[in-house]
């Protein structure tokens, strides 16, 4: 069975960690987010990758979500007694040799699909059935428009690792901006691997700097829609709020409401001009269900608190087989 999996950091990891439990003999592809990557003292950090990378392989810190098990941080710690800017980005001991490496590799002209392939041939040599795929090799950074009274006409651009780490996601966005989409391309691999599945699972990631990047690369969205197999769509909405981050922040500035319901008519279905065959929310989104199936997305419910990977093995299998009983016999 070939899985593929659209998936951001720290949710996306806690997720495909549970499709991994449930489908134990299958491929697993992950298709992962690289439009928060930034460049930190001459070092490409890429967030999602690392936490997707760490967390499956058994090395992630699951306290903090995200970077290495048993860290240390003496480097960053000299950084800023050097007054080094930036110094509100953690850089762990551990997670620095990740980010020398691959910028190594990457100043030497192999793409970062490459890069990455090396990198989780470390963390994932005990599985050789999971496969982690940028969703392309060329640089995207998104940048977040904010509200600041001091700046020229009341607002300011920041990149999204300054919004979301140094200003905790507080000051009001206005606008995002994902610089270099528009010429990116996918990577090797990620529209074979979309074309080719029999099953493809939308991740509970930020819909806005997460699934949204990875949909926005040219032809991805076109590989999605196309697939034969069946698109499942997981909400990280839950009772009106994220069950992780602070999605909350972000999805006004692409008109959507912090909503499950909202969020699954922003997807929207297949059988229109969306990416979906079904849209799973969370028990206490249920009452939004029948209005959802009623105008063309199919729409599933299952307690989607992401509790153990057993918890969310649970929910996905159950939806899956909810899925493919309706479709009937391919």
């Keep these: 069975m070939q ?6 950091g720290v949710g996306g990891s806690r997720f495909t960690a549970g499709v991994r439990r449930a489908y134990p003999d299958a491929t697993v592809t992950i298709v992962g987010n690289t439009a928060d990557d ?21 090395g992630g810190d699951a306290e903090r979500g995200w970077g290495r098990l048993d860290e240390s941080w003496r480097a960053i710690e000299e950084l800023r007694a050097y007054g080094a800017e930036p110094t509100w980005f953690g850089l762990g001991d551990r997670d620095l040799g990740t980010h020398l490496v691959r910028t190594g590799m990457l100043a030497a002209g192999v793409p970062l699909s490459e890069v990455t392939a090396r990198l989780c041939a470390r963390w994932w040599a005990h599985d050789p059935g999971l496969r982690l795929l940028p969703m392309t090799d060329d640089p995207v950074e998104t940048y977040v428009e904010i509200a600041d009274a001091e700046a020229p006409g009341g607002r300011r651009s920041v990149h999204f690792q300054e919004y979301w780490v140094r200003l905790h996601a507080v000051p009001e966005a206005l606008a995002l901006t994902q610089v270099g989409i528009e010429a990116a391309r996918p990577a090797p691999g990620v529209e074979e691997a ?21 949909l926005a690369v040219p032809g991805l969205r076109d590989a999605v829609r196309a697939t034969p197999a069946p698109v499942l769509g997981f909400s990280g909405i839950l009772h009106g709020a994220p069950v992780l981050g602070m ?6 500035t692409i008109g959507v409401a912090v ?72």
């Design 3 to 8: 899985i593929v999996v659209l998936a951001g």
């Design 259 to 330: 909503d499950a319901a909202a969020v699954g008519r922003h997807y929207g279905a297949r059988t229109g001009s969306g990416v979906l065959d079904a849209w799973v929310v969370d028990t206490g989104d249920a009452g939004s269900a029948a209005a959802l199936t009623a105008d063309g997305l199919p729409t599933l419910v299952h307690d989607l608190v992401m509790s153990t990977p057993d918890a969310t093995a649970a929910f996905v299998r159950s939806a899956v087989d909810e899925v493919l009983e309706s479709r009937g016999p391919r």
């Design 247 to 252: 999605a909350h922040r972000l999805l006004p």
């Design 38 to 58: 930034i460049t930190i003292h001459g070092m490409r950090v890429c967030p999602d990758l690392d936490t997707l990378m760490y967390t499956l392989g058994g």
């Design 194 to 214: 979309l074309l080719g599945a029999d099953l493809v699972l939308v991740g509970p990631s930020n819909p806005v700097v997460s699934i949204g990047p990875i």
